[in-house]
């Protein structure tokens, strides 16, 4: 399955230093070569850069190592495909508009029986379980919210919270969302976060013989968060989530936990994987 990346800042910061190491899971010393995508927020915009090769070996990843934009917070994925081509269409983040802001969305799993979900007024672009995981995510919240996503971490983290549950119970969901403020982070069976504070220190990268210098990255007071698939450090200590959680972080801090169901649980040890014979 694919891989997912997410960091959010007091101030803005340099967000290579942890997308070097990701990417190198993009078909280096990782298995996730069909494609890559990072969405960087400025505001309510995100701007993001998406394409079909593996990251590792991406000029275009590499020019964004060498060329770091700055911002308070990002949203990156690597994909493994399991339903849908390699092609621009099926790279996240997937990108939507809601109340004059951008949505970000980016998955890790497969939902068999997600196209079973009427759709009554998004349309997919490409042909992933993801996007239309998303747009139908999508819609509903257009009906909870009908203009504008409210600014509360608890009324919205809940209604992610429960309508991750329901995309959830069809398979595994690890889903990253971001209007740009909060980033939303949901374990369907695989998810760490880590919370780093001034004053920061040094830490090495998992994939790369490289020891990073966290002050070089967040100049002056204030924290920032990360959230991956797996560690990308190899000396500091993860919080690891338990299937069905969903963590809020604002500004660098995690600031709402909606703790796992335990139906969460057993779907992440039942659901269906690549390689396993296909499901009816």
């Known amino acids: 399955m694919c891989e997912l990346l997410g960091i959010t800042a007091t101030a803005p910061v340099d967000v290579s230093f942890s997308f070097s190491d990701f990417a190198q899971r993009g078909g280096r010393t990782g298995p996730h070569a069909d494609g890559w995508g990072?969405?960087?927020?400025?505001?309510?915009?995100a701007r993001t850069f998406l394409d079909e090769r593996p990251a590792s070996s991406s000029p275009l990843a590499?020019?964004?190592?060498?060329n770091p934009v700055e911002t308070q917070l990002a949203v990156a994925h690597i994909r493994k495909k399991t339903r849908g081509e390699s092609r621009l269409a099926n790279t996240h983040p997937f990108v939507r508009v809601f109340g004059g802001r951008h949505l970000v969305f980016a998955h890790n799993g497969t939902l068999?029986?997600?196209r079973e979900r009427p759709l009554a007024r998004e349309t997919p672009i490409g042909d992933t379980d993801s996007e239309h995981a998303f747009c139908w995510l999508l819609e509903r919240l257009r009906d909870a919210f009908a203009g504008e996503l409210p600014d509360d971490p608890d009324r919205l983290g809940r209604a992610v919270f429960d309508l991750a549950n329901d995309l959830g119970s069809d398979g595994i969901f690890n889903v990253l969302i971001s209007d740009g403020r909060f980033l939303f982070?949901?374990?369907g069976d695989n998810l760490v976060h880590i919370v780093r504070r001034?004053?920061?220190?040094?830490?090495?990268?998992?994939?790369?013989e490289l020891r990073v210098d966290y002050t070089q990255v967040l100049r002056g007071p204030g924290s920032?968060?990360?959230?991956?698939?797996?560690?990308?450090?190899r000396d500091e200590e993860w919080v690891r989530a338990t299937p069905g959680t969903l963590w809020?972080?604002?500004?660098g801090a995690l600031v709402r936990t909606f703790e796992g169901l335990p139906e969460a649980a057993h779907v992440a040890a039942t659901a269906w994987r690549p390689g396993a014979p296909s499901p009816t």
Do not use: I, K, M
């Open 38 to 45: 990072l969405a960087l927020f400025h505001q309510g915009f």
């Open 62 to 66: 590499t020019f964004l190592r060498d």
């Open 112 to 114: 068999v029986h997600v």
């Open 185 to 187: 982070a949901r374990c």
């Open 198 to 208: 001034f004053p920061l220190g040094h830490a090495t990268l998992a994939d790369e």
């Open 224 to 233: 920032v968060a990360v959230v991956a698939t797996s560690p990308l450090t």
């Open 248 to 251: 809020v972080f604002h500004d």
